[in-house]
Structure formats: structure tokens, C-alpha cells
């Protein structure tokens, strides 16, 4: 009987580990909530209307339909049991269970909110194509709704905006924001100038992006103020509401801040199915709920269960695409060698290639061991490595152009905004439990009855 592997989750940790066993004798079966590979790192740019969601998020079908030993079903995994070696899933109504022999669990990290998840109703993460398209609605709706306002705190309170977190999500959100108001709405309203929009960064960390050194985030806070980000740190978010928040600072005192469009870009929390495994095996989770595995990756008594990407807690290890695509190649090496009969691979050890992000247009910022430089240079260095990692060849050609038209002209083609992105998320979780995909005929009347 051929080898049975089931991988859950289809980011990078789960693609690449589905890649990696394309030349193995195996049958391969990825399973995940949604239908497409997610990039996320670049989410904030479908957000401020740079690319569309299909550039960054190809469907996982067409990546790997000349891989024949895969198989490829969408469904929300509830529940895995390690012991009788079951994954249980559902598409909507629609419940089964998949057999394995060996498991790579790679659902990856969602948004935490260090415990107020009433937060996420006033202040969308960035962890979704959903959260994206959500965002890119509060953002551009907020500019149009200050346009036709007749009260000046209404307007104020509408042209300013949040990014919770200054890792470098909140950094190229926080930038983006600041040069979409500056340069790219400049001309187009009458009533109100786009450019006097405020942006703000907040963090309770006493720099932004810890993980790039002070130096290079002292470099970093200093290029965001000039630019007209205001970047407030050592302070913490204790409440948001739809109009505003209020910030603690390192003093003890405390800002209210109107503010209709927040963003979170703070901290993250490993799936719940990292948990459900772990206490199955008895191994342990950390802070975050991420999975601490042993040093091939899998569970304490359960050789045949890897967990991996962001989902693994291993000392030094960073969430990071880099580790979430390492991590899933020795996965995929561990189980060809174990089938086999080859000696065990030896620990898993994570080469760390270094650290990037953007700040504005012709702005980055790049941190690979001793080598730290901003500028020009390191906005090119991040161009360049995030269009490799980017899925697909026609993904590659349009993100190409549409990067080019947005550089040459400021401009955006990607501002078509609903209010179904605006309300969806919302009604979704109002909704609950049926909804694991796209809502079917009935669906809404069937759970309002």
C-alpha cells in the first residue's frame, strides 16, 4: 500500500513540503480552508490598492496540477486524532474524514490580540485576503465618506489612521497609508486634501522592527517621520471602539485617539489545531500557541507528525517565509528517508538568510547578518526576492508590470471597493460555524431561523 501523507495547510510551509515529495513514492493529500496559496507578506499592497488579490493568492490547483501524486480538496480541518492517524474536515455541511500515515501540520499563525478579540471588530487584521480586501474598503471609504462630511471632527477623525504594530507589516502599512494620501489621491478631491491626513504607528516595543536592530530601526523610525508617519512607541492599545482607541503610554498616562480606520498589525497566535495535537502528544506550546516539537520536527511519541512553519516553536527560529519553506524540505526529506529505511536525518537547523522590508516607494531596509543597509538598494534587494518567492509564472509577469505602472505613476489600479468587503468578515462570524467557504443557496436563512 502506498504511503499516505496528509499536509494541511497550503502557505509556503505546506506547498513546499507538497513540492519537495513530488519525486517521492507517496500519495499526497493537501488539504486547507481555502482555495488558493496565500502570499502574505505582500497583502498590505492589495490592501492600498497596488495589486489585486489574485497576483498574490494563485489557486493551489493550478500550482500543482502536473504534480500527480497530489491530491488537492478545500475544507475547514476541525479536528485531527494522532492516535487512530485521522484528519477530520468539512466543505460547509459536508464532513469527511482523510487517513494518514505520515502528517505535516502547517496551518500556519492567524492575528493575536493579547486577549481582546472584541478588538478585531474596529481594527482588521492582516493575515487574509478577506482582512485585505476589508482594509483596502475602510481605507479608500474613509477618504470618500471625508469628502462629503460637513463636520470638521468627523473629517479629522475620518483622515486618520492607525497601524497597531511595527514589525514590518505595520511599518509598510503605516508607509503605504502616508503615500497613498500624499501622492497617489493628491488631485482628486475638492473638499478635502488627502495629504493632511494623519498616520500613525504604535508599538509597545521602544523601536520598530525589534528583530532588524536598534540601528537600523533608529534609520527606520527617522525615514517614517519624514514622511509624516507619526511613530509612537513604549505605548500600549487598552481599548478600540469604532471611533478610536486609547493608548497607555510608558508613563502610565493615557491618549485617546478618533480614529475611524484601524489597522492590527500586532503580534500572532498559532492555529488551535497546534494546540489540539500537542496536548494529544503531551508536548508543549509557548506564548503564542505555537507547538513545541522536537528537534525533527514532530510530536513526542508520534515520529510520523511534523509540525512546521509558523505554527513550530523552535528557540531562534522566526515566523518567517524562509523557515516556514526550510522547516517544510526536511519534513518532506525526514519521511523519504524514514520510507527508506535510511538513518534519521539529523536535527533540524534553520539558516537565517536575513531580514527585509519596504518603507515607502524607493525606501527599504535590509538586515542579513553583519550586512544592515537602507535606501534605494534595499527597496531593489526586497523587489527582487519577494517576485521569486511570488507562485506562478503569470502572477510573476503582472506583479512585475503593476509594480512598474505604480512606481512610474503613483497611481492604483486596484481601488474597487464594496460594501460586501466592507460588512463581510463581520456577517461571517455572525454567521459561525457554516461558514468554511463560499456561502451556499439557503445558507443565510437557514441559520436565521
Given amino acids: ?50 495589486l489585486s488579490e489574485g497576483e498574490i493568492a494563485p489557486a493551489t490547483r493550478e500550482i500543482l496540477a502536473r ?44 492575528q493575536s490580540y493579547f486577549g481582546h478579540t472584541e ?127 486609547t493608548l497607555k503610554h510608558k508613563d502610565g498616562t493615557t491618549t485617546r485617539v478618533e480614529a475611524t480606520c484601524k489597522v492590527w498589525a500586532a503580534g500572532v497566535e498559532g492555529n488551535p489545531l497546534g494546540r489540539s495535537v500537542a496536548e494529544q502528544a503531551g508536548a508543549g506550546v509557548d506564548r503564542a500557541g505555537r507547538v513545541e516539537v522536537l528537534g525533527d520536527l514532530t510530536l513526542p511519541g508520534h515520529p510520523e507528525v511534523y509540525v512546521i512553519g509558523d505554527l513550530m516553536s523552535v528557540e531562534g527560529v522566526p515566523g518567517q517565509a ?18 527508506a529505511g535510511d538513518v534519521p536525518a539529523k536535527p533540524f537547523a534553520y539558516f537565517d538568510k536575513g531580514s527585509m522590508a519596504t518603507i515607502a516607494k524607493y525606501e527599504g531596509v535590509v538586515s542579513i547578518g553583519p550586512l544592515k543597509f537602507t535606501g534605494f538598494l534595499a527597496w531593489l534587494a526586497w523587489l527582487l526576492l519577494h517576485l521569486l518567492l511570488i507562485a506562478g509564472f503569470k502572477q510573476k509577469v503582472s506583479t512585475l508590470v503593476r509594480w512598474a505602472l505604480s512606481f512610474i505613476s503613483n497611481g492604483r489600479s486596484e481601488r474597487v471597493t464594496t460594501n460586501q468587503q466592507l460588512v463581510g468578515r463581520l456577517a461571517m462570524e455572525h454567521l459561525g460555524r457554516r461558514t468554511s467557504g463560499p456561502l451556499m443557496r439557503g445558507e443565510l436563512a437557514d441559520k436565521d431561523r
Fill in 322 to 339: 524562509p523557515a516556514a519553506i526550510q522547516s517544510a524540505r526536511y519534513a518532506a526529506e525526514s519521511i523519504r528517508t524514514r520510507l
Fill in 67 to 110: 504534480q500527480k501524486n497530489v491530491r488537492v480538496v478545500q475544507g475547514l480541518v476541525e479536528s485531527i486524532d494522532i492516535t487512530a492517524r485521522e484528519v477530520c474536515w468539512r466543505f460547509h455541511d459536508l464532513e469527511r474524514t482523510t487517513p494518514y500515515d505520515s502528517l505535516i501540520l502547517a496551518t500556519g499563525a492567524g
Fill in 1 to 50: 500500500m502506498t504511503h499516505r501523507v496528509v499536509v494541511v495547510g497550503s502557505g509556503f510551509g505546506g506547498l513546499f513540503a507538497v513540492k519537495a515529495l513530488a519525486k517521492a513514492d507517496v500519495e499526497v493529500t493537501l488539504i486547507d480552508k481555502t482555495s488558493q496559496h496565500l502570499f502574505q507578506p505582500l497583502l498590505y499592497q492589495v490592501a492600498t490598492g497596488i
Fill in 119 to 245: 478588538f478585531a471588530t474596529f481594527a482588521p487584521g492582516m493575515k487574509s485576503i478577506d482582512d485585505a480586501l476589508e482594509l483596502r474598503s475602510r481605507i479608500f471609504g474613509a477618504f470618500e465618506l471625508a469628502e462629503i462630511s460637513e463636520d470638521p471632527d468627523d473629517v479629522r477623525r475620518l483622515l486618520t489612521f492607525v497601524v497597531v504594530g511595527a514589525g514590518p507589516t505595520g511599518v509598510e502599512m503605516a508607509g503605504q497609508i502616508r503615500e497613498l494620501a500624499n501622492r497617489t489621491l493628491a488631485h482628486e478631491f475638492r473638499r478635502i486634501d488627502p495629504s493632511t491626513a494623519r498616520v500613525m504607528l504604535v508599538d509597545g516595543a521602544p523601536q520598530v522592527l525589534p528583530p532588524f536592530g536598534p540601528q537600523l530601526g533608529e534609520k527606520v523610525a527617522r525615514e517614517l517621520r519624514r514622511l509624516g508617519v507619526e511613530v509612537v512607541l513604549d505605548t500600549l492599545v487598552t481599548d478600540v471602539d469604532d471611533t478610536g482607541l
